[in-house]
């Protein structure tokens, strides 16, 4: 009885011995009660839908016409699918290559501490939640104000170190002593000399414009050898003289002054203090104009556009690779601690350097678990939909469009139109089976 | 030069302290970078966190992170408010039934089937296996068109039995492929004296393999889970008025900048479970994900 293991017939599995030969039912009953259900819903949920939906792909929206390629045609000409298969393809030669490398530094990083439990606690983190919430997570950190989106906060920062906005939006001269716009600078027309004193009244300036710390205007005494003035609000509630610093008028800080030659030529820069006041000391005597340089006004930073029509497809690869960094560090970082340590000693022993160490074993050693991060980024790319989805706001859709999102929105999303929307499927189909059937054979032969 | 003593578990045992520090200094660019690079993919969820708190006043117009300096723009009332939010709270207890349901059956289905594939015998058996797995190919893209008329036929449209049984059918592939290699494992005499104590299939399977293939089950019980309640795609073609929380938010987003106050705390409750879920079983996450991926 015991040497009757695994032979190919075995009729009497699942009954309780001592009956006589088992009916068909009774053999295979077992076996459908296993599989039944199983096969039942794999059926009717995925075999049947792939027949019909190939076979309604040749049809028209409304599925009476039979219209052959129509569809696949109109797949490769209408506009908005021609982004998307254009935008599947960057999708395909960038993402899937850049999560992988991403993963390897990450990998090779950890490799060289302890304790990196945290780190990549932190980092695989994004994949539990879910592309549809990253995605939420991204359309708010795209924000482009720079007072809501983080990423364009992060960039003023870096701008407004590199080349600060000015501290005044718009403003007039006060009296018509001076003359210009915001863009050449607002010239005063009386010619200065060494010991003169200017005057540079603005007006046009709201109560909540007034660059901060601005304290009361004050006229400047004269300085000998040099040209001192001021910059102030020349606005006094209820009256007061257009052109003379009065109580109540702020001075303008930290605007940009310029003293300027005869031929219109800047030579010398100041900033105004707290009071408005300004001083160019030991200046050559000449004939000098002062003027309020353009950078007080130039406009604050705006913010990168990040979901607009040009960079919304980098936007969202970049939310994708923040996503799935962490899939390829730990699968990487698994194969890395799976090489032998003494292939690695006996090649530095030999006198090899870390980077040809790196280079020459480690990478081949790890060509497998690279290729399986790869090839699994590159499925899961091509059917990107939930993160394209969520960040891409209505208006852009077309710009961010995927295949798989382009299927939804042809098929139930507004167009309603099936017969399109089975053909989009079928091609996706047909671009997912050649890269999972490599998949497939891999896994066959391991298993 | 150390002396190392050839300890049990340890070659480097008896190293100066100033050789250990020397050597950890040498590491701590490399730590300076990781420390970076860890708050760095941080940020993005920490927005999200106190971009929930953000008083709806403020909510749209100021950054989360002015919160630090201003405690005050800070509150709970949104998460108070969409508690309060029938919209928000029913999807999130419709994505739980969802979630729950679409994990139980498709494992449950797939562990039956499974252990046919793997230990009974019958004609056709690996060729029909080979087609089973052969599924995990198609996208789900090409069910989405065709379930959409019948479930209008059958009146499975926007319920969550047509829900589940859409994410059990496409759960099944991966499930009975990982059940199946799992289960060849289990030693043959085990089920061989099973059977001579005249032990049915069905005792056999409840009470001999379900036990044994527990991890294997549990790891996949998290994915399945994880990948359901984060979906959007079918929920979002087959739910209208019972929906999961995810096409509950993303109905919201069409108004994002004047509904942040729902969108945020809504969107860091529903990542808040797989967090959860995640934290909790981090290790069975990264073996199921390894068992999958690589041999």
Do not use: C
């Given at each position: 009885m015991s040497e009757s293991v695994s032979t190919a017939e075995a009729p009497t599995r699942g009954l309780p011995p001592g009956d006589?030969?088992?009916?068909?039912?009774?053999?295979?009953?077992?076996?459908?009660?296993?599989?039944?259900?199983?096969?039942?819903?794999?059926?009717?949920?995925?075999?049947?839908?792939?027949?019909?939906?190939?076979?309604r792909s040749f049809f028209d929206r409304s599925g009476d016409e039979f219209v052959g390629l129509d569809n696949y045609q109109t797949l490769f000409e209408d506009d908005t699918l021609l982004t998307a298969l254009r935008n599947n393809l960057l999708w395909l030669l960038i993402v899937p290559a850049f999560v992988t490398a991403v993963g390897l530094v990450f990998a090779v990083l950890l490799e060289r501490v302890r304790f990196s439990t945290a780190f990549k606690v932190a980092v695989f983190m994004p994949m539990a939640i879910s592309l549809f919430a990253a995605g939420v997570i991204w359309r708010l950190m795209y924000e482009k104000d720079p007072d809501q989106g983080t990423v364009n906060a992060?960039?003023?920062?870096?701008?407004?170190?590199?080349?600060?906005?000015?501290v005044l939006s718009a403003a007039q001269p006060s009296t018509d002593a001076m003359q210009g716009g915001p863009k050449g600078g607002l010239v005063l027309e009386r010619v200065l000399a060494t010991g003169d004193i200017a005057q540079l009244g603005l007006t046009g300036i709201r109560s909540s414009e007034v660059p901060g710390g601005a304290e009361q205007a004050v006229a400047p005494e004269a300085l000998a050898g040099g040209?001192?003035?001021?910059?102030?609000?020349?606005?006094?509630?209820?009256?007061?003289?257009?052109?003379?610093?009065?109580?109540?008028?702020?001075?303008?800080?930290?605007?940009?002054?310029?003293?300027?030659?005869?031929?219109?030529?800047?030579?010398?820069?100041?900033?105004?203090?707290?009071?408005?006041?300004?001083?160019?000391?030991?200046?050559?005597?000449?004939?000098y104009r002062a003027a309020i340089g353009p950078e007080t006004f130039s406009e604050p930073y705006a913010g990168v556009s990040w979901l607009g029509a040009s960079l919304i497809t980098p936007a969202i690869m970049l939310s994708y690779v923040w996503v799935w960094a962490g899939f390829a560090m730990v699968v990487i970082a698994a194969g890395l601690a799976a090489i032998p340590r003494d292939l690695l000693e006996a090649a530095r022993t030999d006198g090899a350097t870390e980077m040809q160490v790196f280079r020459r074993v480690t990478i081949p050693l790890l060509a497998p678990v690279l290729t399986v991060v790869f090839i699994t980024m590159l499925i899961y790319v091509l059917k990107v939909f939930d993160i394209v989805i969520a960040v891409a706001p209505g208006s852009v859709q077309d710009d961010a469009n995927v295949i798989a999102l382009a299927m939804w929105r042809t098929s139930f999303g507004g167009v309603n139109d099936f017969g399109l929307g089975a053909a989009i499927a079928v091609f996706l189909f047909l671009l997912?089976?050649?890269?999972?059937?490599?998949?497939?054979?891999?896994f066959r032969r391991e298993v | 030069m150390t002396t190392a003593e050839i300890e049990p578990g340890g070659v480097e045992s008896r190293e100066p302290t100033a050789t250990r520090i020397v050597r950890y200094l040498?590491?701590?660019?490399?730590?300076?970078?990781?420390?970076?690079?860890?708050?760095?993919?941080?940020?993005?969820?920490?927005?999200?966190?106190?971009?929930?708190?953000?008083?709806?006043?403020?909510?749209?117009?100021?950054?989360?992170?002015?919160?630090?300096?201003?405690?005050?723009?800070?509150?709970?009332?949104n998460y108070g408010d969409i508690l309060d939010n029938d919209a928000i709270t029913s999807a999130l207890l419709t994505t739980l039934w969802v979630s729950i349901g679409s994990t139980i059956l498709p494992i449950f289905l797939a562990a039956l089937a499974a252990y046919a594939f793997a230990w009974l015998e019958f004609p056709g058996r690996d060729w029909l296996f080979l087609v089973?797995?052969?599924?995990?190919?198609?996208?789900?893209?090409?069910?989405?068109?065709?379930?959409?008329?019948?479930?209008?036929?059958?009146?499975?449209?926007?319920?969550?039995?047509?829900?589940?049984?859409?994410?059990?059918?496409?759960?099944?592939?991966?499930?009975?492929?990982?059940?199946?290699?799992?289960?060849?494992?289990?030693?043959?005499?085990?089920?061989?004296a099973a059977r001579i104590d005249g032990a049915s299939e069905m005792r056999i399977f409840f009470r001999l393999i379900l036990p044994l293939g527990l991890p294997a089950i549990a790891s996949l019980a998290i994915f399945q889970f994880l990948w359901v309640w984060n979906d959007l795609l079918v929920a979002l073609t087959f739910a209208r008025e019972t929906q999961p929380i995810t096409v509950a938010i993303f109905s919201q987003l069409r108004q994002f900048s004047a509904n942040l106050e729902v969108i945020a705390p809504a969107a860091f409750v529903?990542?808040?479970?797989?967090?959860?879920?995640?934290?909790a079983f981090q290790r069975y996450f990264v073996e199921g994900l390894l068992a999958g991926s690589v041999k």
């Open positions: 006589g030969e088992p009916s068909i039912w009774q053999r295979y009953g077992v076996v459908a009660v296993f599989l039944g259900p199983a096969l039942i819903l794999l059926g009717v949920w995925i075999v049947y839908p792939t027949i019909r939906t190939i076979i992060a960039v003023a920062v870096v701008k407004d170190a590199v080349s600060p906005s000015g040209i001192t003035g001021v910059v102030w609000r020349d606005f006094k509630p209820g009256g007061g003289t257009a052109g003379e610093v009065e109580e109540e008028e702020l001075g303008l800080p930290g605007v940009t002054v310029e003293l300027r030659d005869e031929n219109g030529r800047s030579v010398l820069e100041t900033t105004t203090e707290a009071d408005g006041t300004f001083a160019f000391e030991e200046v050559e005597s000449g004939s997912v089976i050649p890269i999972l059937a490599i998949n497939v054979r891999r | 040498g590491k701590a660019p490399v730590y300076l970078v990781l420390v970076f690079l860890g708050l760095l993919w941080l940020v993005p969820t920490i927005g999200l966190f106190f971009t929930s708190l953000l008083d709806s006043t403020v909510v749209g117009r100021v950054g989360w992170w002015e919160i630090f300096s201003t405690p005050s723009l800070g509150t709970l009332e089973v797995v052969a599924l995990l190919v198609v996208p789900i893209q090409m069910a989405l068109i065709p379930i959409f008329s019948l479930y209008n036929d059958l009146g499975l449209f926007d319920t969550i039995p047509g829900l589940i049984l859409f994410h059990t059918a496409f759960g099944l592939p991966f499930a009975i492929f990982l059940l199946r290699n799992f289960f060849i494992g289990i030693p043959k005499d085990l089920l061989e529903s990542l808040a479970i797989p967090l959860v879920v995640f934290f």
